[in-house]
């Protein structure tokens, strides 16, 4: 059974520190590349990081460059999203997605809630 399941949302105050967390199962993971992605209330979802399996190479929306960092850990079948310096505009829920590249074979992850509030 294909699973992503993400973990490590909650309440934070601005300017204070979250680390999501992808647990995969069910499919080579290693083959995936792996992208995290938000969504507001009323928003469209839209695009947070991305790692990708050739070099692990990296990218990131512009809008959360310098403060979160995409990372996994092949061995334990992990991704990761560290986010620092956050702000009211990253409350979000933050999906974790594993896309196979050059193929129509993705997964989403249910969605881990952030919430960033004084």
């Known amino acids: 059974q294909v699973q992503l399941v993400e973990s490590g949302g909650g309440l934070v105050q601005p300017g204070g520190s979250l680390r999501l967390s992808c647990a995969a199962s069910?499919?080579?993971?290693?083959?995936?590349?792996l992208s995290w992605y938000r969504q507001s209330p009323g928003k469209a979802r839209e695009f947070v990081a991305r790692?990708?399996?050739?070099?692990?190479?990296?990218e990131y929306a512009d809008s959360v460059k310098g403060r979160f960092t995409i990372s996994r850990d092949y061995a334990k079948n992990m991704g990761y999203l560290q986010m620092k310096m956050l702000k009211p505009d990253d409350t979000a829920v933050y999906y974790c997605?594993?896309?196979?590249?050059?193929?129509?074979?993705?997964?989403w992850g249910q969605g881990t809630q952030v919430t960033v509030s004084s």
């Open positions: 069910g499919f080579p993971f290693e083959s995936y590349d």
């Open positions: 790692q990708v399996v050739a070099g692990d190479k990296t």
């Open positions: 997605y594993a896309k196979k590249p050059w193929y129509l074979e993705y997964y």
